[in-house]
Structures are given as structure tokens and as C-alpha cells.
């Protein structure tokens, strides 16, 4: 057997420009073989531009890659698979209509001929077990979970290709963003694995994660490598200021309290969905946090669902203001000053090809209009006036709201509810969800302002710290039920394991 | 005096004038005459353009509409224009207001795609200074005499004769006892539905004998005649002993089916239109003599007669509003075809036929000529 | 080894049960629906919309649309009939004429592939172009003679002679039918088809000859129209430019009734082509029953939609999106 050279990844002075912006500049770095990367910083600080020359998608304007010893140079992303570089991507690059073994089959990819079934799937059980993954390779990937469509993704990056001496360098951009806490947990451990037989690249906005996956942390801002040390000899502070430029800030702040006894402005009771959840109650009052904490599959956002009409129930109340809702549906659920961001951005909240302008004046133009015409110029100016509230970048309110990036769409999206004077509940459905620090810090300050002046607020966090951080109280469900309750005024030496304990 | 003025003048005057005396329709008629003196006087060929606009160029009866044009065009030494209408309304008007636009004053034949479009067309040569002449549809209300001197005239064949002519064959055929299926053209369009009405009747009063099974629209289109023949083969078996089509195209597919299905000895057709293909049938003696009827009439006949009447009142020659209304509204000879007198109408297919034809029309006007002379004007009379 | 996995039977078990449920209808209101004779006349119908939609499923798949059916149908049925013995030419170029008429659609089919994947133009627009390109090629060859008839007996009957107790005509789609399920299935284009119409960014960024998948099925698409054309001049014993008028708007219905989604990336060609069976039986059964041709349009629109819904309720909820 040969041994592989010890070095996977060697890059030498990579710099690219994007006209006069510099996305990445002349960058160094060194992989070694098994070797665990962190790679941190706030969005638009170059990780993605710098993932997408690994990955053959951009070519440097200059500087030398070498992959297992040799001298690279990617014109496409085929070359870069054929290097024995994988990617799983941030956004999922799966044929979700083909079959678990079709989309690990990246060595016929430029054929058209018959295809050899048998062998596919063979090879597919193969590579599977090869990171020690137990999945039919003839299942449809829509049917899968989030986790094993990531294994999937992982697999097929590993699974490059028999022949190559060389070691693999996986490259996981966010892969924890759509987890849920126990699929983070198995993904951990499947990375830990994969040392074995390759070289990671980890990208996550976690600090957590990253400090307990990874053996080295690399920094970047605005196109530059800033720090690159052991993860034994960093802190999560250390890492936020080098992230931030200096400056280490935290969410955590004590919150004006309301008076306990407010009248609820949501309250339900008995609530259930056939296969879904079942006997759910809970208060949320104005001034007032509700975490709802569980697994994907726990019903927690059939529930926040239901309660914004956006799906059935087949028994229970829902109560607004004290009022019982009948016939309950989405038009009804904002007349009574619902509001719901949903885990799905691109797809349920916002109009991508409208202006930012246009996206925050969809619920309420009370401000923007004359009579009954819409008045452009004052609706430009709620507008600005939110992106300077909510520091959107870039402070262009007339650019399409596709082109902002994940972080300033949250932004837009959020303001687009908290623009109506009506809005007094809020359901945020994963509202962090692909955010970077500093976009999280700001949408959070947001949601607790908003709370303070009134606004109950139903939440279903990415993480449990989140939860713990936020909540006046946390409800854990399970299979569909509540299995704890949690009042965070009263108890504050919970941890995250606990909450976990309640989750399985 | 501007002719262009005064015919614009005369179309206001008589779409205003309908209830007034008939003192008025007097002043109206002189001017009439004084300014077709004028126009006698001064047409001159090269102010004018001949313009054919047609429903379509697939169907064979449309490729014969223009046939006439291009003999009509050759003998009056005017340059023709032809505007395909695509099947589409749209494509027809605004086709006909793109050659309207070229400075030239119209003589125009125009086989119309929807009844409505007929006032849109009339209006807008009225206003080029130009004549019209509409054949088949027009909507029923809409009558020349009530718009003016540009809209000279709307012509067509009786669909009621058509129909008859058809059931008359069918029901000698079937010596009078039998069941029959009827294949309509496009369900809602005047030709068809008169065609529909004439066979009815002719069958009702005549032939009491004949039962008429099923009737199946079949949108003038030879496949869909065929796949609907199929479905009646099935439904009703050898109960069927003749079938009628609005057209012959209908007609060829609906054949095939039956011979398809080994039936086409056993029963008796009759159409309309006589298109080549029939004619070739009716001579071989196709399925034991399958065709029994059919109606005779060509394209290059209605366009050169069209183009002619306009023509006539174009150069002054005729002026419309002094004629009676069989020459303003009129319904032109509609030969019955049988196996036994179909060699009559075979010069008629002829390769100089329209240039016969045309030759014919210079001689003895629009409304003579055979073998479609006028024979009766105002709205078709439907039958009871 | 599983063929198709259960999860893409539930549409068509639903669609099939509801053609059963027709057909019991109809045979109550007429008997003879269920005649030996009508199921052949039914096979003999289906044969053409059969044919064509192998190659429009192939396409819709990819999230493309194929508008040329009929142009194509045209354009290949009247240079066959103009090359076979026929009333109003002496010529008779025997099996030359199916190539030639074929290649006419091949040809029209590359032109549109070619130029929806490396010019990107939508496909729509190109596919309506080749339409009337087709359609100005059947009226270019019609001219304005008479009316072409087949002069062989032989291939007038063809269509209709049964063989093994069914029609040639239909036997010949079962053909093509069973060689588009295979290709479909067994081979790296019919699957990289499905992923291209399920991201077709993905799929070029995985290496797939993305452009050459989109101008074979084109290709295919348009080949197969013009067989179709063939068999549909040989069923009339005519030729005409607009012989495929309507062909369109069954294969693209049925295709959708099939449940391919017509932004790609869905469906089966089995599954559309029982979407065809649906819509030809309902069209015969109204003729069958009786129904007042008055009526026949709007039953048979209502009666459609209510397949529809019941076939694909069950997958919607209340986000879910349809345009």
C-alpha cells in the first residue's frame, strides 16, 4: 500500500476579486491528512468564495492549489471531484426525486447509455458503509430526513472515487443549519469517523460545534485569514472577537418584565392533529417568550402552524385575546395580529424578485398609502426607516430581495410583520435559521424589543441554548406531546442536558 | 369633389338615416348619383388594389378562394393582395388594416373567420375608400343596405339547399327507410347550423322514413369526423345506413372509418363542396357507389363574383344603392350533384376553368354567370 | 429488483380506479362501451396521442414544454403521404418516405433542442416557432392541388387490421410505449432527465451532459410526432397539414392528469399514458351515452377536473403551492 502524502490541502497566496471587491485575499493555508478544520467568520467575510475555488465553482485570479501532493488547477467542478475534492453544500445537492444510490453515482454522471442497476446499488451499499451509514439505496431521497439526505451528501463526497491514492478532503458548508439537536449529535459523530479516512472542512455559525468537532479553528474577515490556532487554545470569546473585528458582544439581557397577570394573548387548549401532535396547551401572554423546544419530528412546528391557520387541527380552542377562533385561516390569523416567520424563507416568506421595499409593505401599508393608492415615496421611507432600525446591508431598499444574503432577508422578512401596527404575536419558526452572528444578534435585539413593547412571542429555536437564553418559559415536546414544562422565571440553573433528557 | 369624402359622408347619412322619409332617401340617391358619375370619370387602375382575405391556406376550398383572386386580378390588370387570416380574427383584421394602411383604395373580397368581424372590416374600408364584398358570415342584423355604398355586398350559397340536396340523395338512396348520422362542421357557425337546418327539414318533410340517429359536430376537421364516425360505428352497428357531413373533408374521414371498419359498402354518403378527392370517388365508384349527393360550388367562383361586384361599384359601373336587395344581400345557385350528372360540372375543374369563369363574369355581371347564378337575396329563411 | 417504487403508484392506482369507475358508468348508460368492438375502437384511438407522448413526458420532465406536436404531425404526415403511392403524385419512394417524414420531425426537434439548451430560449417560445415552421412545411407540400389520398390499400388498412385479436395501430404504440418506459428507467438519460427537471443546476454542477440530455429528448420528442403524424395519415388515408389539430391539448392534459408536475422533474411515461386512456375513454363514452354535443364540452370538462382532484388531493396541503 502506498502511503499518502501527509499534507491534503496545500494553498499557497489565493486571491480572487469580484471587480474592485477582493473577495479572498492571498490566502495560505495547510490540511493535514485527518485533520479537522474550522472555518468561521460572518457572512461576507470570504468562507464562501473561498469554499467555491475548492470546489472548482471559482477559479483564483492567482495563486497555487495543491491537493495530495500535486499541483492543481479546477476548471469545473469535475475536475475538483476528480482531485478528490467533495462538497456538501450549505443548500442541499440532492436529486430529491432520484433514488439514494442514484445520486451517489457521480462516476457515470457524464453517460448516457443503459444503466447497470445492480452495480449502482452495490456500489451505493459500499460507499455507505464505508462511513458506517445503514440506508436503502433504493429509497427516494424526498422520503429521507435531513440527516440522512447530509449522509447522503457526505457519502457521495467520501464515495468520490475507488482509484484515487490520495486522501479525500470533505468540505461540509453549515451542514447543522436545518438539524435539529439529536441529528447534530449523530452528524458529530459521523465527522469524528470520518478523520479516518479524510480531511474535513467544517463550516458553522455554532461556535459550540465547532469547538468540540474540530482540532483547528481558521478565522476570516473580509477576505483574509485572521487567526488560525488549536481549538485547545482558543475560547468561543476569542473566536467572536476575531470574527467581529475586536469587539466581543452577547445577546444575553435582562428583559422589562410585564405584569404576570396580562390577559393571555394566546391560549390553547387541548389542541391536536391527527399523526401529529396531541393535547397541546399553553399560554403565551403579551411581554412573554414561549420557547417550544423538540425534534424535527416532534410536532412543534405543526403546532406554531396551526396556530397561524397555516394548517388543520382536528380538536382543541385557540384563543386570541381571549377570544375563541373558528374556521381559523391564515387571512384571519393577521387580521388578529398573527404574524409568522417561517423556517422556510425562500419559499413561504418573502417574494424574492420584489424589492426589499415592496416585501416589508405585503402585510400592512397603513403607512405607504394615499387613499386607496400606494404612495412609493412613503413607502420607501418605512423602508429605509427599517433598514436602518434593523442595519440591512446593503442599505439599498429598491434591490431585489433575492440578492441580499440570508442574514438581511431574515431582517426584511421580520420587518415586514413588525411594520403593522396590528402585529402583537409572534410565531418565529426557527428565526436564526443560516444567520450569521452578527445578523442573529441584531434580528434577536429585534425580537426582544418587540416583546418589551407588548408583542407575545412563540419561538421555536435553532439550538437549546437559544431556548435557554430567550424563553420566560420552555416547553419540550415529544412525539406529538408536551413532555416537559419549563418556567424560566423560576428555574434558572437549567442546562442543556436536561432539556435533552426530556427531548429522548 | 373628393370621392373619398363623399362616399364617408353617404355612410354617415345612411346608417343615421333608417326612419326618415322618403324625401331624404331621394337627396340621399342623388348624391349617390352625382358622385358615382365622378368616380367613373376619374378611377384609375393604379389607385387601386385587389385584395382576397382568406380564412386559412390548408383548406382546399380557401387555395380556391385565391385561384379566383389571381384570375380576377389578371383580367382587370388591378395587383392583387391576399391576406391569410390564420383561422384567427386578430390575424385577419389586423392583416387587412396593415395593406388598408399602404395608401391604395381596396377592392376587397373577404371570406369573413367570425360573423363579428365583419363591421370592423366594413368600417375600415369605408374609411380607406374602398369597397367591400362579404362572403358567408356577417352577423344577422348587419345589412349593407343599412351601412353604405362601400359595403356593396354580402354573398353566399344556401346552407338549407346544401342540407337538402343532401337529404334528397340520402333519402332516395335509402329508398326512404333507414337511419342516418349527421356530421355538422363548427357547431356555431351559420353555415353549419343552416346546412344542419336544411337536412332536417328535407328529412322531416319528406322522408318520414329516415331516422336521424346521432349528430356529432365535428368541426369541419377530416380526423375528427373520422374518430367520431368510429365512436357512432360503435355505438349504433349496422343501424346506420347513410351518412351526411356538413363538408366534405368531414366526410373523407368519416369514410375512412367505414371502410376501416368494412362498412363503407353498406352505406350511403352525401356532402358538400365536391372537393377533388370526392369527385375522384363518385368516378371510381368507391365503396359500391358509397357517395350518393353532393353540392356543387367553387372558391374561385365566390371570390371572382366578390371581387367583381366590388369591382363594378368601384368603377362606378354599379352603384349599390340603387339595387334591388337581392343584389345587396344575395344567395347564389347551389347545384345538387348526383352520380348520374357529376360530368356536367367536371369543366369546371379545369386548369383555365377561373380564367373561364372570369371571362364569363365580364360578360354577363356577377349575378348571371353560371353554374351559380343569383337565386334569391335577403336573409337565408330557416326552415321550421 | 423493484421496477418503480410504490410511492409513484398511489397517483395512477387512483387514476386507474377512476377510469374503471367510467367505464362502469358508461357501460351502464350504453352496453355497447363494453363491447369487444369499442375496445378496439378505443385502442385505435389511443395509438396516436400514444405515440406522441413518449417524447412529451420526456420533455415535460426536464420542466420544458413541447408545443410543435401538431406542426411536426403536419409537416411528417404530408411528406410521407407525398413520398408513398399516392392520388396526386406518380412517386412511391416505399420505406424511404418513413425516413425522410421522420427525419422532417428529428430534424425540427434538434433545431428546437438545440436552441432552448445551448441559446436558451425557453422552450416554450422555441417549440411554438417549430410549430409553425412544421405547419408552413405541411402547407408548403399541400400547395394548393387536391387533397392527397394513400393509393395502397394495403397501408390504409393496416392501422385497423388486428393482430393477436388487436389493431396494428395500437400495437405499434404499445411498442413505442414500452421502448420510452425502458429508456426511462434503464438508462443514464431517462433518469438524468428526471434530475435535470429537478435541478438542473445541480445537475450540471455533477458533470452531466445537461445539453445533450435536453436536445435528445427534443429530439426524440419530435421524431416521435412525426411517427405519430405517419400513423394518423394512414388512419384518415389522407394527408393534411392540420391533421394533429388537437393533439396538443390531449397529450399535454394527460400528461398532467399522469401527475407530471410541469415543472419537471416528476411522472412517468406510463403514468401519461394512462393519463391518454382517461381522456380518450371519456371522450368515447360521451359519444357512446348519448350526451348532447352541446353539452359534450363542458361534461367532459367538469368530469376532468373531478379526476384530477381525485387523483392528486390527497398530496396538497394548504401551502403548498400550484401554478
Redesign the interface.
Known amino acids: 500500500m502506498i502511503m499518502a502524502p501527509s499534507t491534503v490541502l496545500k494553498l499557497k497566496k489565493i486571491s480572487r476579486a469580484f471587480g474592485h471587491v477582493s473577495a479572498v485575499k492571498s490566502i495560505s493555508l495547510e490540511i493535514k491528512r485527518g485533520e479537522v478544520i474550522g472555518l468561521v467568520g460572518e457572512n461576507g467575510a470570504g468562507k464562501s468564495t473561498l469554499l467555491k475555488i475548492l470546489a472548482g465553482v471559482e477559479q483564483p485570479d492567482s495563486g497555487t492549489m495543491e491537493i495530495n501532493g500535486k499541483l492543481v488547477t479546477f476548471r469545473s467542478p469535475n475536475d475538483a471531484v476528480r482531485a478528490g475534492v467533495g462538497v456538501v453544500h450549505q443548500e442541499q445537492s440532492l436529486f430529491t426525486n432520484l433514488t439514494v444510490a442514484e445520486n451517489l453515482d457521480t462516476r457515470n454522471a457524464g453517460r448516457i447509455g443503459v444503466k447497470n442497476w445492480a452495480r449502482i446499488n452495490s456500489e451505493c451499499t459500499a460507499a455507505l458503509k464505508k462511513i458506517g451509514v445503514n440506508l436503502d439505496p433504493t429509497a427516494r431521497v424526498s422520503d429521507l430526513s435531513f440527516v440522512d439526505r447530509q449522509m447522503v451528501e457526505i457519502a457521495r463526497a467520501v464515495a468520490i472515487d475507488p482509484n484515487t491514492t490520495g486522501t479525500p478532503l470533505i468540505i461540509l458548508d453549515e451542514p447543522t443549519a436545518v438539524l435539529e439537536q439529536n441529528e447534530t449529535d449523530v452528524l458529530e459523530r459521523e465527522i469524528r469517523n470520518l478523520k479516518e479516512i479524510a480531511s474535513v472542512i467544517f463550516v458553522s455559525h455554532r461556535l459550540d460545534e465547532i469547538m468540540r468537532i474540530c482540532d483547528r479553528v481558521v478565522v476570516m474577515r473580509s477576505g483574509k485569514i485572521v487567526s488560525d490556532k488549536k481549538t485547545t487554545e482558543v475560547t468561543k470569546e476569542d473566536l467572536f472577537r476575531d470574527m467581529a473585528g475586536g469587539v466581543s458582544q452577547t445577546a444575553h439581557a435582562l428583559r422589562k418584565r410585564w405584569p404576570a397577570g396580562a390577559k393571555p394573548a394566546v391560549e390553547v387548549r387541548e389542541l391536536a392533529s391527527k399523526g401529529k401532535f396531541k393535547n397541546i396547551s399553553f399560554t403565551a401572554r403579551p411581554g412573554e417568550i414561549v420557547a417550544l423546544v423538540g425534534s424535527n419530528a416532534s410536532g412543534r412546528e405543526a403546532v406554531a402552524r396551526a396556530i397561524f391557520g397555516a394548517e388543520t387541527y382536528d380538536s382543541g380552542t385557540i384563543e386570541v385575546k381571549s377570544k375563541p377562533v373558528s374556521r381559523w385561516s391564515i387571512r384571519k390569523a393577521v387580521q388578529a395580529g398573527l404574524a409568522y416567520l417561517p423556517a422556510e424563507r425562500k419559499v413561504e416568506g418573502m417574494i424574492a424578485g420584489l424589492s426589499a421595499t415592496r416585501n416589508i409593505a405585503l402585510v400592512y401599508q397603513g403607512d405607504g398609502s394615499s387613499g386607496p393608492f400606494l404612495n412609493l415615496s412613503k413607502l420607501a421611507a418605512v423602508a429605509q426607516s427599517w433598514f436602518n432600525r434593523l442595519d440591512v446591508r446593503p442599505n439599498t431598499i429598491s434591490r431585489p430581495l433575492i440578492n441580499f444574503s440570508g442574514g438581511n432577508q431574515q431582517k426584511v422578512v421580520l420587518a415586514k410583520w413588525l411594520n403593522s401596527p396590528h402585529t402583537d404575536v409572534l410565531l418565529l419558526d426557527h428565526p436564526l435559521r443560516g444567520l450569521d452572528v452578527g445578523a442573529a444578534q441584531t434580528v434577536n435585539a429585534q425580537i426582544i424589543k418587540t416583546c418589551e413593547s407588548g408583542a407575545a412571542v412563540i419561538i421555536i429555536p435553532d439550538t437549546i441554548e437559544e431556548a435557554l437564553e430567550m424563553a420566560d418559559e420552555i416547553l419540550v415536546m415529544r412525539d406529538g406531546e408536551v413532555s416537559a414544562r419549563h418556567d424560566m422565571r423560576t428555574k434558572n440553573n437549567l442546562t442543556v442536558q436536561d432539556i435533552l433528557a426530556d427531548m429522548v | 369633389m373628393d370621392i373619398k369624402k363623399n362616399t364617408t359622408m353617404q355612410a354617415k347619412f345612411q346608417t343615421t338615416r333608417r326612419r326618415f322619409g322618403s324625401t331624404i332617401m331621394a337627396t340621399v340617391a342623388l348624391a349617390c348619383l352625382a358622385s358615382s358619375a365622378i368616380a367613373a370619370d376619374t378611377f384609375k387602375k393604379e389607385d387601386w388594389v385587389l385584395v382576397a382575405s382568406v380564412i386559412n391556406t390548408t383548406n382546399p376550398y380557401m387555395i380556391s378562394n385565391i385561384e379566383g383572386a389571381k384570375a380576377m386580378s389578371a383580367k382587370l390588370g388591378i395587383p392583387l393582395e391576399i391576406v391569410n387570416s390564420n383561422n384567427s380574427s386578430q390575424t385577419e383584421i389586423s392583416s387587412i388594416l396593415a395593406v388598408l394602411a399602404s395608401g391604395k383604395k381596396p377592392i376587397m373580397f373577404v371570406n369573413t373567420v367570425a360573423s363579428s368581424d365583419a363591421p370592423t372590416i366594413v368600417d375600415a374600408v369605408g374609411k380607406a375608400g374602398g369597397f367591400v364584398t362579404i362572403w358567408w358570415n356577417k352577423p344577422a342584423d348587419y345589412h349593407p343596405v343599412d351601412v353604405g355604398n362601400h359595403f356593396v355586398a354580402f354573398q353566399k350559397h344556401p346552407g338549407v339547399s346544401s342540407g337538402r340536396c343532401g337529404a334528397k340523395a340520402i333519402g332516395d338512396a335509402l329508398g326512404g327507410k333507414g337511419g342516418v348520422v349527421m356530421l355538422p362542421g363548427v357547431q356555431d357557425s351559420t353555415t353549419s347550423q343552416t346546412r344542419v337546418a336544411g337536412f332536417e327539414a328535407e328529412i322531416k318533410e319528406n322522408y318520414p322514413g329516415i331516422k336521424i340517429l346521432d349528430s356529432r359536430p365535428s368541426n369541419w376537421d377530416p380526423q375528427l369526423g373520422a374518430k367520431n364516425a368510429r365512436d357512432l360505428i360503435v355505438k349504433f352497428g349496422s343501424d346506420i345506413n347513410g351518412v351526411w357531413a356538413a363538408d366534405d373533408g368531414m366526410q373523407i374521414g368519416a369514410m375512412q372509418a367505414f371502410e376501416n371498419a368494412s362498412l363503407l359498402d353498406k352505406v350511403k354518403f352525401a356532402s358538400d363542396g365536391l372537393y377533388p378527392t370526392t369527385l375522384a370517388d363518385i368516378k371510381s365508384g368507391r365503396g359500391k357507389n358509397a357517395i350518393v349527393g353532393e353540392t356543387f360550388h367553387r372558391g374561385y367562383m365566390a371570390s371572382s363574383v366578390g371581387l367583381y361586384t366590388a369591382y363594378l361599384a368601384a368603377t362606378g359601373q354599379m352603384d349599390p344603392s340603387k339595387q334591388p336587395l337581392e343584389k345587396r344581400e344575395s344567395l347564389f345557385k347551389l347545384s345538387c350533384v348526383t352520380p348520374e350528372n357529376y360530368k356536367d360540372y367536371l369543366k369546371y375543374d379545369e386548369a383555365d376553368a377561373p380564367a373561364k369563369f372570369v371571362e364569363q363574369l365580364e360578360k354577363v355581371g356577377p349575378w348571371a354567370a353560371e353554374p351559380m347564378p343569383l337565386s334569391g337575396g335577403g336573409a337565408e329563411v330557416m326552415p321550421k | 429488483?423493484?421496477l418503480v417504487?410504490p410511492?409513484e403508484w398511489k397517483g395512477p392506482a387512483a387514476l386507474i380506479a377512476s377510469i374503471v369507475v367510467l367505464a362502469i358508468v358508461f357501460t351502464f348508460l350504453?352496453p355497447?362501451f363494453g363491447?369487444v368492438?369499442?375496445f378496439r375502437?378505443i385502442l385505435?384511438?389511443v395509438a396516436v396521442p400514444l405515440i406522441i407522448i413518449v417524447g412529451t413526458t420526456f420533455v415535460i420532465q426536464l420542466g420544458s414544454i413541447d408545443l410543435s406536436v401538431q406542426g411536426v404531425m403536419g409537416a411528417a404526415g404530408m411528406a410521407w403521404i407525398l413520398l408513398s403511392a399516392n392520388?396526386r403524385l406518380e412517386t412511391d419512394y416505399g420505406i424511404w418516405a418513413w425516413f425522410i417524414a421522420i427525419g422532417i420531425g428529428v430534424a425540427l426537434g434538434l433545431l428546437a433542442g438545440a436552441l432552448h439548451s445551448l441559446v436558451k430560449v425557453p422552450s416554450f417560445v422555441v417549440t411554438l416557432g417549430t410549430w409553425y415552421i412544421g405547419l408552413g412545411i405541411?402547407?408548403i407540400l399541400?400547395g394548393?392541388d387536391?387533397?392527397p389520398?394513400l393509393k395502397s390499400n394495403v397501408l390504409?388498412?393496416w392501422?385497423?387490421k388486428l393482430t393477436l385479436g388487436l389493431p396494428n395501430a395500437f400495437w405499434l404504440a404499445l411498442v413505442i410505449l414500452a421502448a420510452g418506459a425502458l429508456l426511462s428507467r434503464?438508462?443514464?438519460?431517462?433518469?438524468?432527465v428526471?434530475?435535470i427537471?429537478?435541478?438542473e443546476t445541480?445537475?450540471r454542477?455533477?458533470?452531466?451532459?445537461v445539453n445533450?440530455?435536453k436536445i435528445?429528448a427534443f429530439t426524440l420528442a419530435g421524431g416521435l410526432s412525426a411517427l405519430a403524424g405517419i400513423l394518423?395519415t394512414m388512419?384518415?388515408?389522407?394527408g393534411?397539414?392540420?391533421?394533429g389539430?388537437?393533439q396538443l391539448f390531449t397529450v399535454i392534459p394527460a400528461a398532467v392528469i399522469g401527475g407530471t408536475a410541469l415543472n419537471g422533474?416528476?411522472g412517468g411515461i406510463m403514468r401519461s399514458a394512462v393519463g391518454v386512456l382517461l381522456l380518450i375513454i371519456l371522450?368515447?363514452g360521451l359519444?357512446?351515452a348519448?350526451v348532447n354535443?352541446?353539452y359534450q364540452s363542458g361534461v367532459f370538462g367538469a368530469i376532468l377536473i373531478a379526476a384530477i382532484v381525485a387523483v392528486a388531493r390527497p398530496d396538497r396541503?394548504?401551502?403548498k403551492i400550484a401554478k
Do not use: C, W
Open positions: 429488483m423493484q417504487l410511492k350504453n355497447r363491447s368492438e369499442n375502437n385505435f384511438q392520388t405541411g402547407i399541400y394548393d387536391m387533397l389520398s390504409m388498412a392501422p385497423t434503464f438508462t443514464h438519460f431517462g433518469r438524468g428526471l434530475a427537471g429537478n435541478s445541480i445537475a454542477n455533477t458533470g452531466m451532459p445533450l440530455m435528445i394518423a388512419q384518415l388515408g389522407a393534411s397539414p392540420d391533421l389539430s388537437g422533474g416528476e371522450n368515447n359519444v357512446l348519448g354535443p352541446s396541503g394548504i401551502l
